[in-house]
Each structure stands twice: as C-alpha cells, then as structure tokens.
C-alpha cells in the first residue's frame, strides 16, 4: 500500500522536485530495504537517471563508506555525506532530466540533509518490517559499519535494527511525502507503485 503525507501539498515541492523538465525522487529508508536495487530497477523500466549517495561519497573522498567510519566515526561520515548531498542537488538544480537518488539509510538523521531533502526532491519511504530487515541483511552482509558486529548473528541483528528503529522510523516517516510498505513484494511490484505515486505527485493528487 503505498501512501502519501497528508501534511504536505504539492504546491510545497520546489521546482527541482516537479517539473515537466525535471524531476528528483529520493529514496529512504532502513538499510537492507532494496533502496539501490529498486532505485536501479525503476530507472532502467524508466529510462531516469540513478544516482547512489554512497557511491558519491566514495568517489568524491576517494575512500570507501567503512574507510570513512575507520578514519573519523559516524561524524566525519555524516559531514562528507551532507556536502556530497548538497553538491548532488545543485547539481540536479542546474541540470535537466529525471532522477532517482538513493540515500543511505542515516542520511536523514542530520537536520540539514532532511531540510534539503523535504525542499528539493519528492521522498519515498521503502517501509519495511524488522523479519524484512533481518532476512536480507543476514543474507546480504555486505559492509555496514553501523551495524558493527551485530550481523554475526540474527538475535543480535535484530536488537540493533529495533534499537536503531526506534530513533529512526519517525524520521523517515517525517521526511517521506510517500510511504510504500514492502513486506512480501518483489522489487518489480515495488517499482510499479513508485511509478504510481511519481504521476500522482505529478498531478497534485493524494492516495490515502
């Protein structure tokens, strides 16, 4: 089910956000929820642009996000991200066409970024169950250093994804202007209600 914020309007989307000639979607949520693959895949059936934050940050610091963490914590990551994130919007602001932005899963949990987020780009939230969660980031470790070494395991998984939850959830629902809830559905399906809610934000109408 996909929903969108009530306390928002169209008219409160700037024109890099929604235009004819352009247009940003950004995608949020929990690391683990698909937001890169559903990013990529919506962009390749969409003929848009795709752009991962975190790739960004590793091409513009020319180091990887865990050589990042192991350098300078959570802070120093969080303020190559912001400013990463700022030149990506200019970016976007200067130029045309149609974008998919894929943020990480803490992007929003810096002030500034949610502000530049709400004001420059139509925001989904990929919702997903913490079962959801554990499942895929068991089975896809990959290099998360905000998980630390909770991954060896999926009780301990699950503990630090309900903890980190906790402070995060009202984040990402404060920030989305839509929620797609994605329990149980191939990224085919979530991609098609991106789809729908991209023409609806386009015409000014609300799904509920």
Known sequence: MAMRRKSR???TFSQAALSPEKMTVSLTGFMGCGKSSIGKLFCRISNWDFIDLDEMIEK?????V??????GGEKLFREVELETLKSV??????????????????????PEAASLIGGKTVCIYLRANTETLVDNLYKYPGERPMLGDS???????????EEMMSRRAAIYEA?????????????????GEMDTVIWLSEKGKAKD
């Open 9 to 11: 309007t169209s008219s």
């Open 60 to 64: 513009r610091r020319g180091q990887s």
């Open 66 to 71: 865990k050589e990042i963490f192991a350098e």
């Open 89 to 110: 919007l200019e970016d976007r602001d200067n130029g045309t066409g149609r974008t998919v932005l894929s943020l990480g899963g803490g992007t929003l949990t810096t």
């Open 151 to 161: 991954q060896s395991d999926r009780d301990s998984l699950r503990a630090k994804i």
């Open 175 to 191: 920030a989305a202007d839509w929620t797609i809830d994605i329990d149980g559905k191939s990224y085919p399906a979530i991609a």
